[in-house]
């Protein structure tokens, strides 16, 4: 028997075999509702060791029972009650960036057809609170609030006396002398007076705003030419399945090294929640979980924890913090590490951390965790709405520091390999391939559409698990292969028609 167990301070993990990237490895999975479980159960762990005089297992660059403190240009902040209470974070580090790739991407998430199972009619925009609030359509509308500084005078300038426009400059007037303003993002002088380590910026339109936005009580002010935004869903119908629910689970997996500069997180993140207000706005239920993902020395640590069950609203600041903030990537979830990789392996993490499994790697983990997580629903050990495994998604990528049109290529391009999957799944691949030519048929070739989906459609191929304790018994395996076979003939019947 692979698979080995051990209970530290009343949690039970359980360890298996895997090969990773082609690394041999031991991995370990484990699965919790909410945040607070997690806690919940790191807390027990830490306090078994730590009765035990053993604290090796907090990592050196994350809460070494309060001696570590964070940096700013590796974690984002240096406020440490700030980062052990990654519930409290209310903002994502950057809302800017965020808002320029939602502008960016808006298109890619307009008349998306999921194939022939859905249908969908447009969602309402509203400003009276009978839909769910949408922070995207908000956060079109948004805008830097401005204020005036005298550099002769070193101070902020009331904004009745302010003249002049963007395009010649802006002045005011004093003693009859006509003095030169710098436009700037409302509360950036008194952020540069207080935080020493702020770093000036300069928008494409010429205000000046500073790095980070948010400092002790300043925070940098925005407004919104927006009211309150709500989606109303209007006369949505499941074509399959008689009218049943529809569950989809996305997961957001962190690939993430140590020199991805920090606004670069966010780009890893975002196909899972634009697709995650497709399908919702299509009438599905999406439950979105958060990945906690690392490998040491072979030993590999993957914790799902869910961040948003079925039916609730997306929350953007809330999925944006918890899988794309430095300020939980690199502290909390490096405790994660620390006493999971500790309790499950005997191991002491230290200063290296680790690293991530590379997109091929991490796909092969996932494959692994989807086995290990239907047979414990099939046991009762986990309850889910979707046992459907197809339907629990990988939709993050790797982090990198490509130019910021390269991310946005990248979004595009897996946010349509996951949503021509959903639709395999639902209609069959003869379907979803002539709605994919739909959609995209503006943005590529034919060509470019038909080999992009054969692509997502091989890589649906089903894979055992290295470990014989995660395998799918011979007939369920052979019936998921038949039905691969079926989606792949019939995709290869109508492919010289399209």
Known sequence: MAKREVDIGGVKLETFDGVYGGRTSRILFADFETSEKLYEAREKM????????????FTDRAYRQGQSRPDRDFVGTTDLNEVNNPQNIA???FPNALNDALNNLGSVTQDLELGGGVKKKKLI????????????????GLYRKAEYFSPADN?????SLVQGNSSNGFFFTQNGQRKVLEQRQENTTEMLRINPNAKPKMTNSGMLYTDPIKYKNVMLKFGTTNKKVYLVKSNIKNVQNKGKEKYVDMYLIPEILG???KENLLYSALPSFLVA???EAAGFKVNIKKVILNVNSGNVVFLAVSLKDYGQPIDVN?????TADTRVYRWDDFRNYGIFAKAAFNQDIGAGIGGTLGTTGVRQAFNDYKHWLKKKIEKGEIKAFNKNVNLHINGSMEATNDPQNDQYENVRNLLTTILDQIAIEFSGADKAIV?????DINAKTKVEIIRDFEGALAALTPVQPTDTDLRDSDPNFQSRINEHNRNTQTFQQIKPTL
Not at 129 to 135: K, L, T
């Open 277 to 279: 207000q497709i399908l």
């Open 259 to 261: 020199d991805i500069e």
């Open 155 to 159: 101070f902020v300038v009331d904004k």
């Open 125 to 140: 925009m509203s400003s009276q609170p009978i839909g769910v609030f949408n922070f995207p359509a908000a956060a079109i």
């Open 435 to 439: 709605e994919a030519i739909k959609r």
């Open 91 to 93: 903002q994502f580090a």
């Open 46 to 57: 830490e306090q078994h060791f730590i009765s035990r005089n053993d604290t090796n297992f």
């Open 318 to 322: 809330k999925l944006m913090v918890q």
